[in-house]
């Protein structure tokens, strides 16, 4: 039944996946407090080596990305060599993993980074406080100049480039989930009236901007997009946004990327605005290969594969409470029940 989820998958030339599992992208808060991956996090990745790809926890591109406590960072030596140790690990039990590059933008507090401005496309701040950091209030953001933007897209790109002299096979840039990349890209957030806002090729821009300068830097075949089309975390929905998506989903396309992804907790839920679910609206307007995800089980996943709805089947719950996740699948052992508990520690 899930057979279709062990068979090779040809990324580009440059990388071919053992099987068509990728765990997705899972925030632990478990760096040290210079965001340098621990011992204990060189473990848990390698434990989960078997996977056709692991795509890293979401990794801060600089110190003001930082909107949680302990997420680990890629712009220090210390934390390459950290995250060295880490992809020498999995590459030893012949896996493959990416980097997943963030900026939280409004999601930010400069609690984390010294004091300062929170940077966001537009001055809208979010509501609400830091999570298991209850007393720390969202500061306003400050609507980053056209300087700060392009000071942000460098600092994407350097990321990647030291995302791949940590060892990484690629990243995967985190343009989902209501962080800085997608508060361009939905009217809730983005009010601009430049270059930057109002139109769906203006609030695509930065978004394809940070990709060019990626791609420009690691190539084409090393880099991957994840995206929300539907604002579901940290963002109001609105129906305008579904013009963005229609424009920036082929001009995505046009850039031959390893990989799109989306990002969504449960893919059965379905947004009015774009007919359906956002794997079936990604898969109707996306020509590349696409990695699915959501509250899916190796089965439903595989059925899904099987019904051409997606390529590629990303695993986040279900991975954490399963280092061996993929041999249990492939040998039909029964899978432990993932709980939030299992959250405090790294196993
Ligand atoms: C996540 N998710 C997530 N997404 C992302 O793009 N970067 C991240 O760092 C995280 N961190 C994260 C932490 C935890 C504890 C959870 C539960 C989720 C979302 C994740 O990648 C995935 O989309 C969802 O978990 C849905 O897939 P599953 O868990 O239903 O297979
Ligand atoms: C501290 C880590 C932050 C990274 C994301 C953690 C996610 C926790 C898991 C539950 C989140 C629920 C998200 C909202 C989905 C809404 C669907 C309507």
Not at 25 to 30: A, E, H
Not at 37 to 50: F, H, L, S
Not at 78 to 98: E, L, P
Not at 285 to 302: K, W
Request: aromatic letters at 10%; proline letters at 4%; one cysteine or more.
């Amino acid at each position: 039944m899930t057979a279709s989820l062990f068979t090779p998958y040809k990324l580009n030339d440059t990388l071919t996946l053992s099987n068509k599992i990728l765990m997705a992208p899972l925030t632990r808060c478990m760096a040290d407090d210079d965001l340098v991956p621990t011992q204990k996090m060189v473990d848990y990745y390698a434990r989960r080596a078997e996977a056709g790809l692991i795509i890293s926890e979401a990794t801060i591109i600089r110190p003001d990305g930082q909107g949680y406590p302990n997420t680990p960072g890629l712009f220090t030596p210390a934390q390459i060599n950290g995250w060295q140790k880490v992809t020498d690990a999995v590459h030893q039990n012949g896996g493959k993993i990416f980097a997943q590059l963030w900026h939280t933008g409004r999601v930010a507090h400069s609690h984390f980074f010294g004091g300062g401005d929170v940077l966001s496309s537009s001055a809208q701040a979010v509501e609400g406080t830091v999570p298991r950091m209850r007393e720390l209030v969202y500061q306003t953001p400050k609507a980053a100049s056209l300087d700060e933007i392009k000071q942000l897209v460098v600092d994407y790109a350097q990321a990647a480039k030291n995302a791949i002299d940590a060892g990484f096979d690629g990243v995967e840039i985190h343009g989902a989930n209501g962080y800085l990349i997608d508060q361009f890209l939905h009217h809730d957030n983005n009010r601009r009236e430049d270059e930057y806002g109002q139109t769906p090729e203006n609030m695509s821009r930065f978004a394809l901007e940070v990709v060019d300068a990626v791609v420009a830097r690691i190539g084409a075949d090393r880099t991957a997009l994840r995206l929300s089309p539907a604002a579901y975390f940290n963002m109001a929905a609105d129906p305008r946004d579904r013009a963005v998506f229609d424009y920036l989903l082929p001009e995505v396309a046009k850039r031959n990327l390893a990989f799109l992804h989306g990002g969504i907790f449960d893919d059965s839920m379905q947004f009015d605005y774009l007919g359906g679910s956002i794997s079936a609206y990604m898969r109707s307007i996306y020509t590349g290969t696409l990695v699915g995800v959501g509250s899916y089980t190796a089965e439903t996943g595989s059925a899904a594969i099987n019904d051409n709805k997606f390529d590629l089947l990303a695993i986040g719950r279900p991975f954490i409470a399963n280092p061996d996740y993929v041999a249990k699948v492939r040998d039909g052992a029964e899978l432990t029940t993932y709980a939030d508990t299992m959250l405090t520690e790294l196993f």
